[in-house]
């Protein structure tokens, strides 16, 4: 609860930037307030505390994944805080990414479909400013609106969903409405559409197929430093809410959403993987393997074990922090405008070190040991198989190998014999070492040690 | 209260939402102006709102009127970010129809 008040006051300092004139202060100021809050998180550990009249409930799932969006956020600041430097209106681009946090970790602590909801829309709608937030460029202009529609469009299902949940059990309560539904006695049909309702509007929001088609376009035109701050934090976020909300409030309900998780899980990852094949665009490529993550966490909702969340966890770290060293380089490669992948050929011969990193950070989404991204897929397939589902894992399994193929291709672009001009190579700046460097000794310490991470929770 | 639920019972207030809210589905799914495809969302919200304040005098408790106005707010908010980007895009393109936006690739 610390973490997330000293956030939003952070978010409303960084407004006041401008007017009060300490802009030059202003990241400072917000990475010691992040390193505040992420402390309060650990000192929180094992309290268990509920606020509010029961609003927010700060388990240790809650302070985990907070403490790792506050991290990812952090790590996110090497670089994006260019994003809060370059242009007379930092101070509102870094509030926005502040409240865009609270957001988050609102809506990964709730405990009343309320705060849920309220969570998820600070999130949505920072989230479609910060899309949008190149005003000149046509293309980020409509990522924001088209992130805009599906994001409301989406939101609408939610709440019908939520308000059918609140016809049949009379509680926004997680609790309440759990032990409504262990009643039973209640409209059947209801309750079962306003789950189906809930969950369509949640996986429109983790960028689940049959409703991803949003996430490329969004991903691809928005600046790339928002694009990156979506595929980590919020995607964490999204899966954290998920989570939470499915195995306290609808567990007894499995039957219903279970066996759609499950079918949805698979083709989300099969059409994430096979999509990113055919892309050119190294930022269209990761928008596409960052739909396929997503279904393989949907696995661990569909498995729904006494692993799952510890999994979960594990994995959107794994996935967060490659993906934050795989964006660290795109985003040295967009200064020259070329965000293709042959945009790197050749780079192992000049800079060989940068090579080696994001090699490393590539075995880590494509999930090849020792890396963190191999542990993560090995508990989630391990939770999925004795949750039952040996068909999920045997599909998992075969688009993990799709996925091996479009991520070697970044690596035997990286060392192609005939390299590009040296002038059209990405110039990687301090900073872009620093998050590369870090995100590959990370993904390597959690495959050193990954059950710890899992243990947090489980 | 309830009397006024004894005069029209709660079956109506659901059918007439579910009906508001398929009309709002309809029209994102199909008009092409982004402003009418906008206000089909709000109608959507709306049809949330209608159902929640019945549900919340059928069950004699406040939590849903509660509710309502938190979506009332955060539509109000959606709309200002919306209107804005919508804006924008017009003094950009001079249009705002939804086909025009083709820039990425579907």
Same mark, same amino acid.
Not at chain 1, 78 to 98: M, P, R, W
């Given at each position: ?65 907070? !403490? &790792? ?21 930092? /101070? ?47 293309? +980020? ?19 019908? !969903? ?5 016809? &049949? ?12 539904? &262990? ?10 559409? /306003? ?5 369509? /509007? ?27 701050? =979506? ?53 269209? =490529? ?10 393989? =966490? ?9 692993? +799952? ?33 042959? !945009? ?76 590009? &001009? ?24 959690? /495959? ?11 | ?17 579910? @009906? ?15 402003? @009418? ?70």
């Amino acid at each position: 609860m610390k973490a997330l008040i000293i956030i939003s006051i952070l978010g409303v300092v960084a407004m006041m930037a401008d007017v009060l004139r300490f802009k030059k202060l202003l990241v400072p100021i917000i990475v010691t307030g992040l390193f505040i809050a992420l402390a309060t998180v650990c000192m929180d550990w094992n309290t268990d505390i509920r606020y509010f009249n029961d609003m927010a409930y700060f388990d240790n799932y809650a302070l985990a994944f907070t !403490g &790792a969006v506050i991290f990812i956020t952090l790590l996110w600041m090497l670089i994006g805080q260019e994003y809060f430097q370059d242009s007379h209106t930092k /101070g509102e681009h870094a509030a926005l990414i502040l409240f865009c946090l609270s957001g988050a970790i609102a809506m990964i602590s709730f405990s009343d479909l309320t705060l849920f909801f309220i969570g998820l829309e600070i999130l949505s709608i920072s989230l479609y400013v910060l899309a949008a937030s190149n005003k000149s460029d046509l293309r +980020s202009n409509e990522a924001g609106l088209k992130y805009f529609l599906m994001g409301a469009f989406a939101t609408g299902f939610l709440l019908f !969903g939520i308000a059918l949940i609140y016809g &049949a059990t009379a509680t926004f309560n997680l609790q309440g409405i759990h032990d409504a539904l &262990a009643k039973g006695a209640i409209s059947p049909l209801m309750v079962k559409t /306003g789950v189906l309702l809930i969950l369509v /509007g949640l996986l429109f929001k983790v960028s689940a197929a049959p409703f991803h088609f949003w996430a490329p376009d969004v991903y691809e035109g928005s600046p790339t430093l928002v694009t990156m701050f =979506m595929a980590t934090v919020v995607k964490t976020a999204a899966f954290a809410a998920f989570y939470r909300l499915f195995s306290t409030c609808f567990i007894s309900l499995s039957d219903t959403w279970i066996p759609v998780v499950a079918a949805l899980s698979a083709i989300t990852m099969l059409l994430g993987n096979i999509m990113a094949v055919f892309q050119t665009s190294f930022k269209r =490529m990761l928008a596409y393997s960052s739909i396929a993550h997503a279904g393989y =966490m949907m696995m661990a909702i569909a498995a729904m074990n006494e692993v +799952s969340a510890g999994s979960i966890f594990l994995y959107a770290i794994a996935y967060s922090i490659g993906s934050l060293g795989a964006f660290a380089c795109l985003h040295a490669m967009s200064v020259n405008g070329d965000e293709s992948i042959s !945009g790197l050929n050749g780079l192992g011969k000049r800079q060989p070190k940068v090579a080696i990193f994001l090699s490393l950070i590539m075995f880590s989404l494509a999930g090849i040991p020792p890396v963190a991204g191999f542990f993560a897929k090995y508990y989630l397939f391990y939770g999925a198989l004795i949750g039952g589902y040996t068909w999920l894992v045997i599909i998992a399994v075969m688009s993990s190998l799709i996925g091996v193929y479009y991520y070697f291709k970044v690596i035997f672009a990286l060392f192609k014999t005939n390299p590009i &001009a040296a002038e059209e190579l990405p110039i990687l700046l301090p900073k872009h070492y620093v998050l590369l460097i870090l995100t590959a000794i990370i993904s390597l310490g959690i /495959g050193v040690s990954p059950a710890w991470l899992q243990s947090l929770i489980s | 209260m309830n009397s006024i639920l004894s005069v029209v019972p709660i079956e109506y207030y659901l059918g007439l939402s579910v @009906i508001l809210f398929t009309i709002g589905v309809m029209g994102v799914l199909f008009r092409r102006n982004a402003i @009418i495809v906008f206000m089909c969302i709000e109608l959507m919200l709306n049809a949330v709102n209608l159902l929640l304040t019945a549900f919340s005098t059928l069950h004699g408790e406040a939590g849903g009127q509660v509710m309502v106005f938190f979506i009332m707010a955060v539509a109000a908010a959606e709309v200002a970010v919306g209107l804005a980007i919508l804006v924008m895009i017009y003094n950009n393109l001079r249009t705002v129809d939804i086909k025009e936006m083709n820039k990425l690739k579907w």
